[in-house]
């Protein structure tokens, strides 16, 4: 867990179709594909919309520091292989998405993966403020048309995944309820266990304390709503039902949605022009 020095960063004008300082749901969403089988690729959307430059005052996010307690592991030998911008792999009930959804503006990604929870990412995106790709491991729950949100008694997940410290990214937690990508009633939540000159869309409306760590809820009216850490998580374990019934509690969510997807990953929006790497090295989704 985090507790690291904040830095201020100054936000910055969005004149581009993806905002990377502002990642939202509402306005001009991408193009979703629709929702796939179970022997399809499953498509795990990155919010994106046009916004307009923010007049909030400067966001204070953290500056990564690597911890003591990640775990060492590496994937030496990939059973997967991709550059596809929609290239993907099913492996252990997980599917491993590169997900270079914002093609029009992304550079080149190549994702290696040796197993669903082992895999790593290299990523060249030019220094602009677009959200350009969300790499990332998901679970569809049934065929992505999703359980209600009652009939779990668990929800509950683990990570472990380090971005690269430089750049703008987010390595966050994607959750769709009551469907998934862009469509009526569909609301996303996102957990961001890693920020770097990222804001989310929407206004900080509240806070929220478990496990020891803290976060920034933020939400917008189109059914987003975000929980940023205010402390690097590198590794470590989440209640996801204890978030998403806060957030129903606090009328951002309706009552009892569906719980359709679950996703970790990292959102690029530049790495400077630069390649830079995202490794992931644990992951895992129970539910009951």
């Not at 581009?16 to 990642?23: L, P």
């Not at 204070?60 to 030998?77: A, F």
């Amino acid at each position: 867990m985090r507790r690291r020095m904040l830095a201020v960063v100054l936000t910055i004008p969005f004149l581009v179709v993806a905002g990377c300082g502002d990642d939202p749901v509402g306005g001009a969403a991408a193009p979703v594909p629709a929702a796939p089988s179970t022997t399809s690729p499953s498509t795990s959307l990155s919010s994106a919309t046009s916004v307009s430059p923010t007049t909030s005052s400067p966001a204070l996010v953290p500056t990564p520091t690597p911890p003591s307690t990640t775990p060492v592991r590496g994937c030496r030998s990939p059973e997967f292989t991709t550059t596809d911008p929609d290239g993907g792999w099913s492996d252990g009930g997980y599917y491993v998405h590169n997900n270079m959804w914002n093609a029009d503006e992304a550079g080149p990604e190549t994702l290696r993966a040796c197993a669903y929870d082992n895999w790593y990412v290299e990523s060249t995106q030019p220094d602009s403020t677009s959200v350009k790709t969300y790499p990332n491991v998901h679970k569809d729950i049934n065929d992505q048309n999703g359980k209600p949100f009652n009939d779990y008694s668990v929800i509950k997940t683990t990570f472990a995944g380090r971005g690269p410290g430089v750049g703008i990214y987010d390595v966050a937690y994607d959750l769709w309820l009551n469907g998934v990508g862009d469509g009526a009633g569909v609301s996303e939540l996102m957990v961001w266990t890693e920020n770097l000159k990222q804001q989310p869309s929407g206004d900080k409306l509240t806070t929220y304390t478990a496990g020891g760590s803290t976060y920034d809820v933020w939400a917008d009216d189109d059914g987003y709503v975000a929980f940023v850490s205010r402390s690097t998580q590198y590794s470590g374990s989440l209640d996801l039902k204890a978030m998403i019934a806060f957030a129903i509690g606090k009328g951002f969510i309706p009552p009892n949605p569906t719980v359709n997807q679950i996703g970790y990953g990292i959102e690029f929006c530049s790495t400077g022009g630069g390649k830079a790497r995202f490794t992931l090295t644990d992951f895992s989704v129970t539910m009951s």
